[in-house]
């Protein structure tokens, strides 16, 4: 599994043809498909 961290605007293109890969966002409210917000983790804690 491979996590890619960014901002509001990061993009799917970094982790193309990787699988089981996610993007993780900042400054999102809600995440879909592939893509989860940045403060989710704080829950995990």
């Given at each position: 599994m ?18 089981d ?24 804690y």
């Amino acid at each position: 599994m491979l996590a890619d961290t960014g901002g509001r605007n990061k993009k799917q293109k970094q982790i193309t043809g990787i699988p089981d890969a996610y993007v993780v966002k900042a400054d999102i409210e809600a995440g879909y498909l592939n893509v989860i917000p940045l403060w989710q983790f704080g829950l995990l804690y």
